[in-house]
């Protein structure tokens, strides 16, 4: 799972096509794990629960900020920032409908660990229909 603004580049690469791949690499351990799946859309009481329990600075900053899009400096970022400040001074600040989240539902996972003399060892799990995982180590 994870936040963004639904006008991002990343959130118009998702409503194009919905199939991703999550990186997580650790190159000092010479290890990796990536993800692929499908991103679906959290509801938004979901969003809103996790939007609420941001500090109230990154909420602002949420509201302030057009994600992906070039802005000429860092003053005007604050500057909207600030006004943000000022409109939403009084109550709680509201989610707003272009900020959300996505779930990854994954259909694979493989791990990947880096062996001596390019003897890697990769497994990658089969998300089946039943919900269990079929696991198949993969030459390297
Ligand atoms: C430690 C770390 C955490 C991040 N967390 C988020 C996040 O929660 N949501 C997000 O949209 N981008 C996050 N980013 C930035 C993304 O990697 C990415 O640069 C950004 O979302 C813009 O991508 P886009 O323009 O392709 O949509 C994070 C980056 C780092 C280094």
């Known amino acids: 799972m994870f936040y963004?603004?639904?006008?991002?580049?990343?959130?118009?690469?998702?409503?194009?096509?919905?199939?991703?791949?999550?990186?997580?690499p650790w190159h000092a351990l010479e290890r990796q794990v990536k993800i692929c799946g499908e991103?679906?859309?959290?509801?938004?009481?979901?969003?809103?629960?996790?939007?609420?329990?941001?500090?109230?600075?990154?909420?602002?900053?949420?509201?302030?900020?057009?994600?992906?899009?070039?802005?000429?400096?860092?003053?005007l970022l604050m500057q909207q920032f600030q006004s943000m400040k000022e409109k939403f001074s009084k109550g709680?600040?509201?989610l707003p409908d272009f900020w959300g989240g996505y779930r990854i539902v994954p259909t694979t996972i493989e791990f990947?660990?880096?062996?001596?003399?390019r003897l890697h060892?990769?497994?990658k799990y089969y998300l089946q229909a039943d919900g269990s995982w079929k696991i198949e180590r993969l030459a390297p």
């Open 4 to 24: 963004t603004n639904y006008g991002s580049r990343k959130a118009e690469d998702i409503a194009a096509n919905s199939k991703v791949s999550l990186h997580f």
């Open 39 to 75: 991103a679906v859309k959290v509801p938004t009481s979901e969003s809103l629960k996790y939007f609420s329990s941001r500090p109230e600075e990154s909420q602002l900053a949420a509201w302030a900020s057009k994600q992906s899009r070039p802005v000429s400096s860092r003053q």
């Open 92 to 94: 709680e600040i509201p």
């Open 112 to 117: 990947w660990q880096g062996g001596g003399s």
């Open 121 to 123: 060892d990769r497994f």
